[in-house]
């Protein structure tokens, strides 16, 4: 069984940052990529940012030059720095990480405060 942990998000004013983190544990030995994705009230579920086992990474257009993905591969953890967070950045923020097939966490409520 594989799980997810998720922590770091909570409440923050408009400039503020943020830090996510994600661990992975059970049965899962070679992860692909890794990332995260949010979903705002009543909007889909989007991408951030994910980053490959090689270190590729792809960032949303909307993010960029704000958030900063890593990860640790023999740790199995991927974190998120968050800065300059806008209010269009509240969602609830999701990581996933794929492997033979791709799991996701249970998210994490980032709210951001004018």
């Known amino acids: 069984q594989v799980q997810l942990v998720e922590s770091g998000g909570g409440l923050v004013q408009a400039g503020g940052s943020l830090r996510l983190s994600c661990a992975a544990s059970g049965s899962i030995f070679y992860i692909n990529v890794m990332g995260w994705y949010r979903q705002a009230p009543g909007k889909q579920r989007e991408l951030v940012v994910a980053?490959?086992?090689?270190?590729?990474?792809n960032y949303a257009n909307s993010v960029k030059g704000r958030f900063t993905i890593s990860r640790d591969n023999a740790k199995k953890t991927v974190s998120l720095q968050m800065n300059s967070l806008q209010p269009e950045d509240t969602a609830v923020y999701y990581c996933r990480v794929e492997a033979m097939r791709s799991y996701w966490g249970q998210g994490t409520q980032v709210i951001v405060s004018s």
């Open positions: 980053i490959s086992r090689d270190g590729t990474i």
